[in-house]
Structures are given as C-alpha cells and as structure tokens.
C-alpha cells in the first residue's frame, strides 16, 4: 500500500455531478513507475466530491488500484491550506517568520491523518507494507500500528528536516516525532535530515539512537538516507521524441550567438528565484555588454496563487525582472525572460539540452530534481553542434548537492559570489564541463528510480531494520 496526500490522478465533479480523471505527474508518481511489486494507492482524490458522486468515483479509480480519501472542503483549508502549507513547509524549509500555527487547524491535520490511517487498516492485507510518504501524513504511522500492528510500516519525508533548534518551535513537536516512530522505517534523502531528526528525538523526547535507528516502545525503528532519483526511461523516451528535436530546432534558432541561463522552478519562495534575479543584475553590472549576449530565461510554473504571499512573490519576480530589463535591455532584447506557466515534457527537456547554465538555486530543497533531470538531458543525447556541454550551477542547500559531486555548488544568499560563480561557469572549459558532468551522470544513473522505491521497500520486507545509502 501507497498513501499520500494526493492520489496520481485530478478529478473534477462538474455542477450536474459529471466525474472527469486526469492522470497528474509528479516526482513521487515518476520515482514509483516501473516498480515491480503491485500497490494500491491511497490519498485524496484532489477535490471535494459530493457524497452522490463518491461509490461511482471510487469504483472507477478501484481499476486502476486508486482508493480515495474523501476530504471536505473544511478539512482541506485546516489541514492542507493553514497546517501543510503555513506551519510544516514553511518551518521544515527553515521560514521560521512565515510560520503561522492555530490549534484548530492542527485538529485537522490530526483528523485527517488518524482518517487516512484508518482507511489504510480498513484495506490493508495482513502482514502488508505500507510506504506512506511525506510532510502532510507525519501522524499516520503511529495511528496506523496502533491499529494493526502485523502492518510493516515505512515513511518517506520528501522536504528537509530541520536542524533541532527550529524543529522545536512546532508546538505539536512531540506528536510529530511520535507520530513518525510509529513506523519500521523512516527515510530521508540525506544523512543531514536523519541527523537531524535523531538529535530532535533526543532534545524533544530524551530517546537516544544509534546511527541507523532508534529504540522506541520495544521495537528499532530504522532510520535511512536513501535520496531519490529521476524516472531515467522517461526522459531517454522524451529526449527521442519527434517533437524534442523539433523543439531542440526551434530553441537554436531562437538563441542562436547567445549563452542560456536555465531556472525551472515551481513559483515558491523556497526557491530562490529573487535571489537569482539579484545575481543575474549583478553579473549584468559588473560587465553591461553581457546583456547582449547571456539571457537568464525563468520558467516559473504556477502555484499557490490562490494565497496572497504567493501572488506578491510572483509579482515581485515580475517587477524585478522588467526591472532589470529596462536597466540593460534595448529594443528588441531582453537579457531576463519569466514564462510563468509550465512547458511540456518536450520543451523542458530541449530546454536542458539547449542551457548553458542551469541555474538551481533554492534556499531549502528536500533533493530537487530539476538539477538531476539536467545531468540525464545534457548527457544522454549527442552534444549539440557548436556547443559545449552545460553546467549546473547549485544551491548547497538543496539535498541534490550532496548527491552531484560535480556541480558548481553556491550560497544562493551571496549575490557576490553567485555572480562569479555564474561567470566561472560561463567560462568553464569544455573538457572540465565533460568531465563534471559523467561525474554527475554517474550518481544520477545509480539514483535513478524505481531502484529508490525498490531498496526502500525491500528494507521495509526484512524483519530488523536496516540502515539506508550512506553517501
Ligand atoms: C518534493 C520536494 C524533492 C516542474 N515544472 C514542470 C515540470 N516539472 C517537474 C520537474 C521535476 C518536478 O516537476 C519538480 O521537482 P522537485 O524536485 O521540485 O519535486 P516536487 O515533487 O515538487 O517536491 C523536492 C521531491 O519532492 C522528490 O522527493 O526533490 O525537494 O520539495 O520532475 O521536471 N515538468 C513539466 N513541465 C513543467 O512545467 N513537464
């Protein structure tokens, strides 16, 4: 059994109560296909369905082993909208000042989570695994055991964990922590997240571990760091496609004489984007004539814009980089171009090959596989003719920075040295970006999913825990 917040499907219930399913991506759905063991998935269906509608919903989704949790409209802004988004994201990425907390909305969270527990015990075989992921189901293992403890449990945690001294400011900091014990299994990308939550069970709970696992209520509940990696047929198939290439054309001719600095981002302030902004005017100061031949070119996919921070932040994106383009652009040339929208598998794929640069620069990322999908792109297909590889340029807050030992690695917050970062990559010798990028290529090749979701379920099969990668 899978559970997550949400199922790999949209659905949408039309007025006159018409059902319509549209399968939705993710890097959660990428890393589990091809798995070889047959699951069922369990979350919510992505809206509020009316009671009329849910036996016929949930009989069409039971084809394709989907099971859904039918959440209110109240339940969603409690525990999605106020506790997900404005206390564990912002918190675990480190955004103590955005941090807001209500006790009526943790009640949610504790409703929603003890309900995908229940539902997960209602349907679970005896003695199955059950692999629940992420920030949103932190209290389902412990709920989850108390009712069928044959279950073996594991949990995966997809965003960092944050050092002790800010994971103690949550208030339900206790019920957090016990809530995961609950499991066999807890998994992180990287030892630092697992450090971390280990020290946070001995300042919060006074429970001692052991490197790979901690004794809590008779049982050794292992702790791994297993990063997850990128669907590597996936992009092998896209890089093939008719379109790609077509794509791949159309970007040469559009950039043609000009270096192309990448960013593709989610719109989220954990992202980093107004600190790349700032770099790219400052590598744009220090040599003006630049502006003629680098373009930064953004991609920001939309979200969240139903919250007032992220509509200021998208706002504040748009400014500066109109800003920066009245300061250097002239007629006809734009060195900062935002789309905010999201593109097509084809043209993000072109767009990894076609960059010069890929820019990745958050403040706080679980792994990121933006920087991993660019490695696979860049080094997977024919160099493009007349052009040096490309260079990946990373945040080293980003969990992807412990696995790609050959990035150029930056402190997003220090806009002097982003920009001489930016100029070292630029100028980066053709042998030396080769010989960065099969390092990388390497680890991304050894990543690659499903053998993420294999090793963790495999783990998750044996009777004693056992410790994840150690990188
Ligand atoms: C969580 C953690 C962790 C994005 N825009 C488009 C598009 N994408 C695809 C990318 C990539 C994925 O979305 C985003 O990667 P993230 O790594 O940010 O993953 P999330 O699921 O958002 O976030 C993160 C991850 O979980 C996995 O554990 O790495 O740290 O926050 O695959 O390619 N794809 C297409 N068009 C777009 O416009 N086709």
Partial sequence: MIASNRLPVQVTVSDAGAIDLTPSAGGLVNALRGVATPFTWVGWPGAVVPAAAQAELADRLAADRLEPVFLEQADEAGFYGRICNDTIWPLFHDFVGRMSFTDAAWERYVDVNRRFAEQLAARSAHGARVWVHDFHLMLVPAALRELRPDLSIGFFLHIPFPSTEIFQLLPSREEVLLGLLGADQVGFHTSEYARHFRSSCLDV?????????????????????????????????????????????????????????????????????????????RFLEDDPARAETTTLLQVLVPSRLESADYRELRAEIEQESARING?????????????????????????????????????????????????????????????????????????????????????????????ARLVEA????????????????????????????EGCLDRLAQPEPVAGTRL
């Fill in 205 to 281: 709970l006074g429970i001692d571990s052991g490197p790979d696992g901690i004794g809590h209520g008779g049982r050794v509940v292992g702790i791994g760091a297993d990063p997850i990696g990128i669907d590597v047929a996936h992009f092998q198939d896209v890089l093939g496609r008719p379109e790609t290439a077509a794509m791949v054309d159309e970007l040469a001719a559009r950039y043609r004489g000009q270096r192309l600095v990448l960013g593709v981002e989610r719109l989220d302030y954990s992202k980093g984007v107004p600190q790349k902004l700032r770099a790219f005017e």
């Fill in 327 to 419: 300061r250097f652009g002239r007629p006809g040339r734009t060195p900062v171009e935002c789309l905010h929208r999201s593109v097509s598998p084809a043209e993000l794929v072109a767009l990894y090959r076609r960059a010069d640069v890929m820019a990745v620069t958050p403040l706080r990322d679980g792994m990121n596989l933006v920087a991993q999908e660019f490695v696979l792109c860049q080094t997977a297909a024919p160099k493009l003719p007349g052009r040096a590889r490309g260079v990946l340029l990373l945040s080293e807050f980003a969990g992807a920075a412990q696995v790609l030992p050959g990035a150029l690695l930056v402190n997003p917050w220090d806009t002097a040295d982003l920009a």
């Fill in 426 to 453: 630029l100028e980066l010798a053709p042998a030396e970006r080769c010989r960065r990028l099969a390092l990388m290529s390497g680890a991304v090749r050894r990543l690659a999913a499903p053998r993420w979701a």
